[in-house]
């Protein structure tokens, strides 16, 4: 279980004490017991040590997990060489299946709107994009398509003009690094932002690529936009609503909205925090401030 559920001792914290350390070394000697470890399997943490039954246990495949991995002895690690979420990402990454991530991206000229100091909307999203294949494994493969009133048609997703860099990471990473860098710009004639058309269609298409490949892939939508702007929202966002389902699914399509500059209680933010939470992902509110630091969380946690 420590793949997938890594312990860490908060050592550091202003609040760990002598009586806390006492609590903390008892539970952790109590967690790799041998007995313990059996009865949380049961519960689907993965033994460490000890054989997975694989005809019993309820780490497999249907569950989402890989049960033949070996887990092998607990890795005690004293102290952090590296941050924490890059720490724990590098003991586990085997773990995790190939991740095929569609990023929906607001290519609307409202992007371009200034945040002082001569800097803009875009200025401070593009200077964070590249941090997502920077980090993402090298079997990971990004998928990109733009938006505004509707889908951007043409080469590099329709967000620029020249040819988007396909593959996985492993043969794209350098190329994808730029290309989010450097290669993207909104266009500026254009304000109107249809965001529920564009995700519902995205939803679909990617929907139709996981029936091909069944189990192999993880799916994710990374959806960053503003408000939507069209009319008859409502009737919209239940459209929306209605193709995405509910469907609690270890393998199901996984959705993180981050809403840029976006309007709190607005049908706009209401429909992608209910959509994030029927897919088990993560709704963002974010501006020019915090969208590095929503970025970079979410590229190191998948």
Request: charged share 20%.
């Amino acid at each position: 279980y420590f793949i997938e559920h890594p312990i860490c001792k908060l050592t550091g914290a202003d609040w760990y004490n002598d009586d806390v350390a006492e609590v903390a070394d008892n539970f952790v000697d109590w967690i790799v017991n041998t007995n313990a470890k059996k009865d949380l399997e049961d519960y689907g943490f993965r033994p460490s040590g000890i054989a997975i039954n694989k005809t019993t246990s309820i780490i497999n495949e249907d569950n989402g997990c890989n049960p033949n991995i070996d887990s092998g002895e607990v890795t005690k690690l004293d102290s952090a060489t590296v941050p924490t979420a890059m720490c724990m990402r590098q003991l586990y990454q085997n773990q995790k299946k190939d991740l095929q991530l569609t990023i929906l991206l607001d290519m609307s000229g409202n992007i371009q709107q200034s945040v002082g100091d001569g800097k803009s909307r875009w200025n401070a999203l593009s200077d964070t994009l590249p941090t997502i294949p920077i980090v993402l494994g090298g079997n990971d493969k990004i998928n990109l398509t733009c938006f505004e009133e509707d889908i951007l048609p043409g080469p590099g997703g329709g967000c620029a003009e020249i040819t988007y860099p396909n593959g996985t990471l492993a043969s794209s990473r350098d190329a994808l690094v730029n290309y989010f860098g450097n290669s993207l710009a909104p266009r500026r004639d254009q304000n109107d932002v249809h965001v529920f058309e564009a995700l519902n269609q995205t939803f679909l298409n990617v929907a139709e690529a996981e029936d091909f490949y069944l189990t192999r892939f993880r799916y994710i939508i990374l959806v960053i936009t503003e408000d939507d702007t069209g009319t008859d929202q409502s009737a919209r966002a239940q459209s929306l609503l209605d193709t995405i389902g509910l469907e609690f699914d270890p393998d199901q399509i996984h959705i993180y909205p981050i809403l840029y500059f976006g309007t709190e209680g607005d049908i706009t933010a209401t429909t992608l925090e209910e959509i994030a939470t029927r897919t088990n992902g993560q709704f963002a509110s974010a501006t020019d401030e915090n969208i590095a630091e929503i970025i970079e969380e979410f590229s190191y946690y998948w």
